[in-house]
């Protein structure tokens, strides 16, 4: 009633209310990060990035070669908003990328080691939403210790799931002082729209200018950062909501014998026609089934 829908333009214009700071705030306490930028969608803050990190060496001197470009080492399965923000960095010309398999340290290792140029970024999914593994935490931090590169975590399936405080998979393996950036969304555990980046201030500086997904983006509504700072609150006082998931996660098991580590449970059926037949099964069941809400 009193704001209406909010900002209705750029946040760096007219998108930037007290909802939006509170919110920002929120992230960043819960990250344990010195700052925070929510963006329109966890898609655009990946992208927001990762094209900013890609702009460093651009900014920095004019032509670099390959030297001067900075490595990005990221894991084969990383989400397709990494992805198309890798493709972004490697087009403005800032960047070498170098791609490890799937959670395989030794080969992230072997490359880093290899790798002769002075900035080292390493990008990879906490949880992976196809196949509901974690990333090896323990070893990304022992390796960034080794190397001395910024460790880039996409907590999109994470964040408010998983830690003591719902901090999110860092937390959860005790690596938060590990990460560098953490980028994460609104849309999934907070049931709300939006992403984030928890970050420095200086790195928040650097993607406000330089990341075009968020400086050419609506800011989110007023309602919707209003109605994610609640959600921030209420993941974070009422724990409770973490502990019937994996009461689930521990049903789903007893029930079905499929091996469940997370809250993403990847079946593999295999064959293509049966894997059809298998969707048009519980397609049909879904939408075949009477609810009724008392």
């Avoid at 970050?199 to 993607?207: E, G, N, P, R, V």
């Avoid at 109605?227 to 019937?244: F, L």
Wanted: with cysteine; glycine share 8%.
């Amino acid at each position: 009633m009193e704001h209406g829908t909010g900002p209705k333009g750029s946040p760096v214009i007219c998108g930037y209310t007290n909802y939006h700071m509170a919110l920002e705030s929120s992230l960043a306490k819960l990250k344990k990060k010195e700052a925070c930028l929510v963006c329109s969608s966890g898609y655009a803050a990946n992208v927001a990035l990762i094209s900013a990190i890609g702009s460093v060496t651009t900014l920095l001197s004019a032509g670099p070669a390959k030297e001067e470009k900075t490595a990005i080492f990221s894991d084969q399965l990383n989400h397709a908003s990494i992805i198309d923000g890798l493709t972004i960095a490697q087009r403005v010309g800032g960047v070498e990328l170098f791609v490890y398999q799937h959670n395989d340290m030794s080969h992230l290792d072997a490359l880093l080691s290899n790798c002769k140029m002075k900035r080292k970024v390493v990008v990879t999914d906490s949880l992976f939403s196809m196949d509901g593994d974690f990333a090896p935490m323990v070893e990304l931090a022992r390796l960034r210790r080794k190397h001395g590169f910024l460790l880039v975590l996409d907590d999109a399936h994470g964040t408010f799931v998983w830690g003591k405080n719902g901090g999110g998979v860092a937390e959860e393996f005790n690596c938060e002082n590990d990460v560098d950036i953490c980028v994460g969304t609104l849309s999934k555990a907070a049931s709300c729209l939006g992403g984030f980046i928890a970050c420095s201030k200086t790195w928040k500086q650097l993607i406000q200018i330089m990341g075009r997904s968020y400086m050419f983006s609506t800011a989110a509504p007023v309602p919707l950062a209003a109605a994610s700072y609640a959600s921030v609150t209420v993941a974070s006082k009422e724990s409770w909501r973490r502990i019937e998931i994996r009461k689930r996660m521990q049903e789903f098991q007893a029930l079905t014998g499929i091996p469940v580590t997370s809250q993403i449970v990847s079946v593999i059926i295999g064959d293509p026609d049966k894997t059809r037949r298998a969707n048009q099964l519980i397609t049909s069941s879904l939408f075949s089934t009477s609810y009724r809400i008392d």
